[in-house]
């Protein structure tokens, strides 16, 4: 519990096929909104200090002994270190394994060429900071719901995220956080109608 007044450092809608990209200092927090439900949320996140620090979708997994993220959770880098905790989650259902949609992948999963992706969003939110091709890696998908099933088959399925739901992530370091609003209308994870959500960053 704090009595100190919370200071809003931006508050921001992004449209469907949008992209976001923010350095978020030590103890500031990062909320994600999705506005209308059923939005899936790609997210990557760097070291501010030394982008070669990233995410690390494995070790994130073993450290929580789930696939599925949710509050208490860590999200680690590679190099074993916090770079948020995930501390607010009104959804309960993340994905870690299905990765970011591409022209590229939607070619071979649906036979079209050139579609709106998450890697050109990607791309087009890390070029301010100098990062690029390389630097994209597996992926946190908020609000996206992708079961295994005991079989081990998986599949992304209608997300569960209802109209305002949203997970709020506290800094551990100084990170570098991007965002695609996935654009992609060929599989269930955003409803098949993309839709707009928010970020609220607050110190
Ligand atoms: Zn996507």
Redesign the pocket.
């Known amino acids: 519990m704090t009595t100190e007044t919370e200071t809003i450092i931006e508050d921001r809608v992004i449209p469907a096929d949008g992209h976001w990209g923010r350095i978020i200092r030590k103890g500031q927090t990062l909320r994600i909104v999705d506005l209308e439900g059923k939005q899936?949320v790609?997210f990557l996140c760097y070291s501010a200090e030394d982008p070669s620090e990233r995410y690390n979708a494995a070790d994130t997994m073993k450290y929580a002994k789930t696939i599925f993220l949710t509050t208490g959770h860590g999200v680690y880098s590679d190099m074993g270190r916090r770079l948020f905790t995930i501390v607010a989650d009104t959804c309960g259902r993340h994905d870690t394994i299905g990765g970011?949609?591409s022209a590229e992948s939607n070619e071979v999963r649906y036979q079209v060429a050139d579609t709106p992706?998450?890697r050109r969003n990607f791309l087009r939110a890390l070029a301010p900071f100098g990062l690029g091709k390389k630097d994209i890696v597996a992926n946190i998908n908020w609000f996206m719901n992708v079961p295994v099933n005991p079989d081990g088959s998986m599949a992304i399925v209608d997300g569960v995220s209802r109209p305002g739901d949203h997970v709020d992530l506290r800094a551990e370091m100084d990170v570098l956080a991007v965002i695609?609003n996935?654009?992609?209308t060929r599989n269930p994870?955003n409803g098949f109608h993309p839709t707009p959500i928010r970020v609220i960053v607050r110190a």
Request: charged share 10%; with cysteine.
């Open positions: 899936a790609d970011c949609c992706s998450c695609s996935c654009p992609q994870c």
